[in-house]
C-alpha cells in the first residue's frame, strides 16, 4: 500500500511513476477525499479543544464560588453537550471517507522503482545475462517434456482431469520421486544459505491476501472457499509474509529469511488456450518460495543476493537459463523492482519463467503494518519485504525432462538429484 502522505506531498511523482506501469491510475479523488477527511479532522480536533476546555472550566469555576446550578455554569455545560453532539456527528463522517480513501489506495500498485527500466510490457524487459549455453543440448527432435513423461508413465492428465478437471496433473512412480527430489534439493540449498524452514498453512484468511497485494484486485484468480473466510493460497509468500503481520520486530532481528515448500493454487484466469499441456500453467502446482524481511537501507542488495539463491539452483542443475530485468509496464502488482529467472526448453526453443524475484519495499508491510524498532531511536519503521521463487518445482522438471533427454528416449538425472534418487537414469 502506498503511503497516503507520500501521495499527498508527491502528487506528480506519485501520478508519474503510476502512469509509467501503463495503465491509467488518477490519484485525485484520493487527494480530494483526503483534504475533506482532514478537514474533518481539523473541526473534530477544535471541538474537542474546546470540549476538554469546557469540561476544565465548569469545576474551576465552580471551586472559585460559581453557582453551579446557575446560568453561566449552565450555559458552559449546554455548550459542552453541543460540541459533544458535533462531534458524534463528525465521526461517522470522518471514519466513511478514511474507509473509501483505502479502498482506493489498496487498489493502487507499488511505485517502481528509480532503477526499474522504463517499457510497455514483457517485450521491453532488459537481459541482464545469461548462463549456461555449454549445457543447452545438441540433439535435435527433443520431445516436449509432457509427451516423453506420458510415454514413460510417469505423468498422467487424463486421469487428474476425471478426479478434477483440466489444468491439474497426476505424477507416477518416478514422476513423484522427481518432483520430491527437487523439492528436497532446494530447500537443503536454501537452508545452507541461511534461510529458516517454515511450514504454513496453505489456506489464509482474506486479511493475509489483502496484506500481500492479491486482494482485492486479484480475487477472481483465486480459489475461495465458500463457507468460510478462507482462500488456497497462490504462493508461500502469502503465509510467510503474514506470519509477521501486525508485529514490531527489534532492528537486531533483521534480516529474516525464511523457505517454505508448498503446494500453489491459482485459477489462471486470462490464460485459457495458453499452455493448456504441460506443466508450465497449472491450477495446482508445488513451489519452493524464498522470503526475507529486511532494514529498508538493505533491500535492494538483499534483491541481488536473493536473485543468487534462485539462480544456484539452476546452476547446480545445469540448467541454461537468463536473468530478465522487467520493465515498469510489466512489474508485478506488488513490487517496485523484479529479476525474472527463465530456463531454456529446447522442444519449443524458447526461455520461459521459473522464476521471479522481487523487492516490495514497504508497499505489503504497510498493508499488513509489520515495523521494526531500532534500539536508541524513537518511533518504528516499516521493514522491507521481498520475495522469489527457489524454485517453480513443475517448471523445473519440464526444464530437466527436456534438457537431460537423451537420444534413445530415456532421461539423465542431473547429478544433484541422483542421492535422492538412487538412480542415474529414467
Not at 41 to 52: C, F, I, S
Not at 138 to 148: C, D, F, Q, S
Not at 182 to 195: D, E, P, R, V
Not at 215 to 226: G, M, R
Amino acid at each position: 500500500m502506498l503511503d497516503i502522505k507520500q501521495i499527498r506531498e508527491n502528487p506528480e511523482l506519485v501520478q508519474q511513476r503510476l502512469m509509467s506501469r501503463g495503465d491509467k491510475y488518477d490519484i485525485q479523488p484520493i487527494l480530494a477525499l483526503n483534504q475533506k477527511q482532514r478537514e474533518l479532522e481539523a473541526t473534530r480536533n477544535q471541538l474537542q479543544a474546546r470540549g476538554n476546555e469546557i469540561a476544565s472550566q465548569i469545576p474551576q469555576k465552580i471551586k472559585a464560588g460559581a453557582d453551579p446550578k446557575g446560568a453561566e455554569i449552565e450555559a458552559l455545560r449546554e455548550e459542552g453537550k453541543v460540541m459533544k453532539a458535533k462531534i458524534s456527528e463528525l465521526e461517522p463522517q470522518e471514519k466513511e471517507l478514511k474507509e473509501q480513501i483505502q479502498q482506493l489506495v489498496l487498489a493502487l500498485p507499488n511505485l517502481p522503482s528509480a532503477s526499474t527500466p522504463l517499457g510497455r510490457g514483457e517485450e521491453e524487459n532488459v537481459e541482464i545475462r545469461k548462463w549456461g549455453d555449454e549445457y543447452i543440448p545438441k540433439n535435435v527432435g527433443i520431445i516436449p517434456h509432457w509427451e516423453i513423461a506420458e510415454k514413460m508413465g510417469i505423468l498422467n492428465v487424463e486421469r487428474a482431469v476425471k478426479v478434477a478437471q483440466s489444468r491439474f496433473i497426476t505424477l507416477i512412480g518416478a514422476g513423484a520421486a522427481l518432483e520430491r527430489a527437487l523439492i528436497q534439493f532446494m530447500l537443503n540449498t536454501q537452508i545452507a544459505a541461511g534461510y529458516v524452514e517454515v511450514i504454513p498453512p496453505i489456506l489464509v484468511n482474506t486479511d493475509s491476501l489483502t496484506a500481500t497485494g492479491q486482494l482485492p484486485k486479484f480475487a477472481e484468480e483465486s480459489f475461495k472457499c465458500a463457507a468460510d473466510d478462507l482462500w488456497l493460497i497462490p504462493t508461500a509468500e502469502v503465509p510467510v509474509t503474514n506470519l509477521y503481520r501486525g508485529e514490531i520486530l527489534s532492528a537486531e532481528d533483521l534480516p529474516i529469511y525464511h523457505c517454505a515448500y508448498t503446494p500453489c493454487f491459482r485459477r489462471e484466469a486470462g490464460s485459457y488456450g495458453r499452455d493448456m499441456r504441460g506443466l508450465i500453467r497449472l491450477h495446482q502446482f508445488n513451489k519452493v518460495e524464498l522470503v526475507k524481511f529486511v532494514h529498508p537501507n538493505s533491500s535492494f542488495e538483499e534483491l541481488e543476493k536473493l536473485v543468487g539463491n534462485a539462480e544456484a539452483i539452476l546452476k547446480a542443475l545445469k540448467l541454461p537459463y537468463r536473468v530478465i530485468e522487467l520493465c515498469t509496464g510489466d512489474l508485478g502488482f506488488g513490487s517496485t523492482k523484479t529479476y525474472d529467472l527463465e530456463v531454456w526448453l529446447p522442444s519449443s526453443g524458447k526461455y520461459r519463467e521459473i522464476s521471479s524475484c522481487s523487492n516490495c519495499g514497504d508497499f505489503q508491510a504497510r498493508r499488513a503494518d509489520i515495523r521494526f524498532k531500532e534500539s536508541g531511536k524513537k518511533g518504528t519503521q516499516f521493514v522491507h519485504t521481498l520475495n522469489g521463487s527457489g524454485l517453480a518445482i513443475g517448471r523445473t522438471m519440464a526444464a530437466v525432462l527436456e534438457n537431460y533427454q537423451q537420444a534413445d528416449g530415456t532421461i539423465r538425472i542431473p547429478e544433484v538429484l541422483q542421492p535422492f534418487m538412487g538412480r542415474e537414469v529414467l
